[in-house]
Nanobody, 124 residues
């Protein structure tokens, strides 16, 4: 059974940093993605890491967010977020893909299993 658990969310001032973690049980070396959903908005993908370790980012977070993995099995994925902005607050989710990629920046339809999410708040 595939399970994902996010951790590391919290409150930070604009310009600050946070690191999110995603623990994946039984990833089977498939791609893992990070998504976010702000109130009143659709869930959007921000980043992903493929089976071979390649990383991809959506435009709004390029240069500020870094996705990485602790091992080749993709059981522990982190999302380091820097220079957080007022447009970044959301519930952040990690998800396991239907395949290994790359590419893996396909949006929700490419992802099959989801965590419960962790809240990120950015305010002064």
């Amino acid at each position: 059974q595939v399970q994902l658990v996010e951790s590391g969310g919290g409150w930070v001032q604009p310009g600050g940093s946070l690191r999110l973690s995603c623990t994946v049980v039984n990833p089977h070396r498939y791609a893992v993605g990070w998504f976010r959903q702000a109130p009143g908005k659709e869930r959007e993908q921000v980043s992903c890491i493929s089976r071979d370790g390649r990383t991809e980012y959506e435009g709004p977070v390029k240069g500020r967010f870094t996705i990485s993995r602790q091992n080749a099995a993709n059981t522990e994925i982190t999302l380091a977020m820097e220079r957080l902005q007022p447009e970044d607050p959301a519930v952040y989710f990690c998800a396991r893909g239907r395949g290994g990629g790359p590419p893996c920046l396909y949006g929700e339809r490419f992802y099959e299993f989801w965590g419960q999410g962790t809240q990120v708040t950015v305010s002064s």
